[in-house]
């Protein structure tokens, strides 16, 4: 059974960065993709970056340039969202979630709908003051 687990949430002021990190635990198949979503009150689960299972990524446009999610090669079941240039309209639930198996690429991966992924972990809150 894999298991998804994101830390490095919190508080910052807007034009700050975090870095969030989600840790995959059980087996995970070769071919996958690594989503971050968020997920703001009253609003609907988005996601805003995602990693294929050949490295390439995609990220929604409200985040282009700001955010990055790379994987630590070292231990290929850790996933980082490095998060600049902070805005309050980031503050969210921000969830690691996978695919798996599955051939997607990253760009397919992120406009597939939030019900096609099927490993989630319980998410870490991110909260940007203005």
């Known amino acids: 059974q894999v298991g998804l687990e994101e830390s490095g949430g919190g508080v910052v002021q807007a034009g700050g960065s975090l870095r969030l990190s989600c840790t995959a635990s059980g087996y995970i198949y070769a071919a996958a993709c690594m989503a971050w979503f968020r997920q703001a009150p009253g609003k609907e689960r988005e996601a805003v970056a995602v990693i294929d299972s050949d490295g390439n990524t995609a990220y929604a446009d409200s985040v282009k340039d700001r955010f990055a999610l790379s994987q630590d090669n070292t231990q290929n079941t850790r996933y980082y969202l490095q998060m600049n240039s902070l805005r309050p309209e980031d503050t969210a639930m921000y969830y690691c979630?996978?695919?798996?198996?599955?051939?997607?690429?990253?760009?397919?991966?992120?406009?597939?709908?939030?019900?096609?992924?099927?490993?989630w972990g319980q998410g870490t809150q991110v909260t940007v003051s203005s």
């Open positions: 979630a996978a695919i798996a198996p599955s051939l997607r690429t990253a760009d397919q991966a992120l406009a597939a709908p939030a019900d096609e992924y099927n490993v």
